[in-house]
Each structure stands twice: as structure tokens, then as C-alpha cells.
């Protein structure tokens, strides 16, 4: 699925990935430093892209990939289902937050909650939690 962009620095609508169910490439295990900042914090959670997609960076776009029993190896190809996307007010770069199919999931999804799992993160940005309903529609 191809996102449509918004018009804003070729920033893609990611709303059009809620709920939907999709595949992750996992390139940071959870536990991994992050490729840049090798001495920082360890990513809490697994991390990786949606093959076949492009980000306002040009790049791939990137997925949080939660709800996992623990560490996956890099290359790994996990199915999820879309709960989130993480909006970037100061970054071309928005991401999905995505939940590993295959184990249960509390429905009662919080944006509170999700934004605490990604915090390590995303508390370099300023950035929002936005779930299905209150992203574009």
C-alpha cells in the first residue's frame, strides 16, 4: 500500500496504513544502539521498515513493531497490524507504530500508552501519537 503524501514536503499521509494489517523488516533489534548513536540508549522495542514504501526522507517508511516476546533478528519479516502512526511537527520523517500479529493485543489501545513505548525515541522531536480516528479522518 502507497501512501498518499500531503502535499507538505512530500510528507506521506499515513493514515491510509491504520488498521491495515503489513509486513516489517526488522533492521533494529530490540536491545540494538541506534546506528548513528551508538552510545545511546538501546532500543526497547523491535524497529524496522514496510518494504515498498517511501517516507518524507526518501527513505523507506519506519515502524515501531511492538507487542513481541523479544529480540528479532535483523532481516526478519514480521506480519503486524497498524495501531498508530507517530506525526513529527519538526521532521519530514513520520513513523507507524505497528503490533506483532500472532499474540494478543488489548484493545483498549491508549495514544498515552503507545507514545510511552516509543519515548525513547521521540522525546528528541516533537511529536504526537495519533490512532485510528484522530489522523486525517
Same mark, same amino acid.
Given at each position: 500500500m502507497a501512501?498518499?503524501? &500531503? *502535499?507538505? /514536503? /512530500?510528507?506521506?499521509?499515513?493514515a491510509a496504513f491504520l488498521g491495515s494489517? +503489513?509486513? +516489517? $523488516? @526488522? #533492521?533494529?533489534?530490540? !536491545?540494538?544502539?541506534?546506528p548513528?548513536?551508538? &552510545?545511546?540508549v538501546p532500543y526497547p522495542v523491535n524497529y524496522g521498515y514496510l518494504p515498498g514504501t517511501t517516507s518524507? &526522507? !526518501?527513505?523507506? +517508511?519506519?515502524?515501531?513493531?511492538?507487542n513481541c516476546? !523479544?529480540?528479532?533478528?535483523?532481516?526478519?519479516? @514480521?506480519e503486524g497490524v497498524v495501531v498508530a502512526a507517530v506525526v513529527r511537527q519538526? #521532521? @519530514?520523517? #513520520?513513523?507507524?507504530? $505497528?503490533?506483532? @500479529?500472532?499474540r494478543a493485543v488489548d484493545g483498549r489501545l491508549a495514544a498515552a500508552?503507545?507514545?510511552r513505548e516509543v519515548s525513547f525515541q521521540e522525546r528528541y522531536v516533537d511529536s504526537s501519537v495519533? $490512532?485510528? !480516528?484522530?489522523? *486525517?479522518?
Open positions: 501512501p498518499e503524501t &500531503d *502535499g507538505a /514536503a /512530500a510528507r506521506p499521509n499515513l494489517r +503489513v509486513q +516489517v $523488516v @526488522v #533492521d533494529r533489534p530490540m !536491545g540494538a544502539p541506534h548513528r548513536f551508538p &552510545d545511546g518524507g &526522507d !526518501g527513505l523507506r +517508511v519506519d515502524a515501531y513493531l511492538l516476546d !523479544g529480540p528479532l533478528a535483523a532481516g526478519a519479516l @514480521v519538526d #521532521d @519530514v520523517e #513520520d513513523k507507524l507504530i $505497528v503490533m506483532s @500479529v500472532g500508552s503507545l507514545e495519533a $490512532v485510528r !480516528g484522530g489522523l *486525517g479522518g
